[in-house]
Each structure stands twice: as structure tokens, then as C-alpha cells.
């Protein structure tokens, strides 16, 4: 072999620039640049409209048959894990200005379909922590009827009506919080970056602790609703809420994991 070869190669890998590797550790942001992330979400928007439209309708779909067969949310924090992972690499092309065509993103997704289904199984563990706490804090009685009247009463939400529901959810918030906390950029790092499913929840969670101010905002979006279910639907708010969440998440990820060191606040 011609070391000349081999010197011309260097050369070449040398020009090639590097991927821009993932802050692991998050940036901390001004609580505003959600406002930036949600005009990132609409211009990916209006590049593939008809693959957002069609989400979002399959969303709404499959919350309503949530609230009318309950065996099937558990699902969701298995779910959402695959979609919003699809959303990112539909984002991420249309950024580098080549959008991905639906086969694409099933294909990259299938790629990293264990790593998603392991974010999705922790949240979903973490979820089951809090709810038996919240059951077994406020009554015992129901914890009793979860264990003998079957896994559908686990209906991934907190609380009812009254005083008692509220003490369920705020027992349970902490909780149900870590759990969004740890999966909300975990997909965004798996697909994008390759990361382990743990690694990516790990530094999920660090990240929106590091940005405690957003996450509050997200958080009192999501107590709101549970709180107020027996006023407004759950199914309403989770649908309205649902929109503003999905187009801040690839924003949120390129600000705190894959932004210059300049975008640091003061």
C-alpha cells in the first residue's frame, strides 16, 4: 500500500468536519427561548405539514380510544417514546434542508426501536411508583381496588374530583415530574446522537433540572389539567396541551445539548 495513499486519506479526514458532539451535561437557558423553540417546531411545521397534521390527528385518535378502552393507556408512555423520536429525525432534516420522507423516519425509528422501547418502560415504571404512592398516601382502599380490580384502573393520571384527588396528584407530582423529566430529550439523544437509552434519560433530567424555570412552566401546564379535569376534560386539555409540547421538544434539544457555549446565560 502507497503511503502517499495514506497521506492523501489523512488530508481528506482532516477537511472532513467533525460532528458536533452532544452536551450530555444540558446548557442553562432563559425560561424565553421556549418561545424560540416554538417558532423552530412551526417552521418544521410548515415545511412537512401533512406528517404533523397526520400525528396529530393519530394522537387525538388514540386518546379517545384511551378514554373509552383504559387497557390501552399504559400504552401511551410506551408510545410516545417512537413518535416523538420520528418527530426529531423529520426535524433535524428539515433543518439541514433535506426532509425526510415517511419511510425514513419509520426506518431510523425501527433502527432505535429497543433504545425508545427502554425509555418508554422507565417512565413507565417511574409512573407506576407514583401512582401507588398517591394510592397508598391517601387511601389504602385503593390500592386495594387496583390490585384486585385489574391493571386498567392504571390510567396514567393522578386524582379526581375533591379534596382527595388533589392530595393524589400533589403526592404524585414529584414523581409523574421526574418521569416526563428523564424521557422529555431522551429520544431526541437516542436518535440523533446514539446515546444509551439510561445515558439520554440521565442527562434529560439533568438538563430540565438545570433549566428548572422552564420546566415549571410545563409543570403547571400539566398540574392544571389534572387538577382541573372534573371541570374541563382531560382529553381536551390533553390534546391542547399536546401541540406547544411536541414543537418545543427539538428546539429544547438543540439549545441545551447541541448549542455553542455563547447561547450559556449570564
Known sequence: ?????????????????APVPARLDGLQLDAMFILDWLETGWRAVRAQPLLWLGTFLACAAFAVACKHLPLLRPMIVLIAPLVVGGLMIAQERVRIGRPARVGDIVAAVAHHYYALLAIGLSSAALIVIGYVLSAIVVDASVLKSFVTSGAH???????????????????????????????????????????APL???AASLHGTIRNWRTTLIYVVAVADAVLLA???????????LLAPMLLTIYGGYRDLFAAPASTLKQ
Not at 500500500?1 to 482532516?14: E, G, I, N, R
Not at 372534573?230 to 391542547?240: M, N
Open 230 to 240: 372534573h371541570q374541563v376534560p382531560l382529553l381536551a386539555s390533553s390534546l391542547v
Open 153 to 195: 384502573h392504571l390510567s396514567i393520571s393522578y386524582g379526581g374530583p375533591g379534596l382527595r384527588g388533589t392530595i393524589a396528584t400533589l403526592v404524585a407530582l414529584p414523581i409523574f415530574t421526574v418521569a416526563l423529566a428523564a424521557a422529555w430529550f431522551a429520544p431526541a439523544l437516542v436518535v440523533l446522537r446514539d446515546s
Open 1 to 17: 500500500m502507497s503511503l502517499h495513499y495514506l497521506a492523501d486519506v489523512s488530508k481528506t479526514a482532516q477537511r472532513r468536519p
Open 199 to 201: 445515558d439520554a434519560m
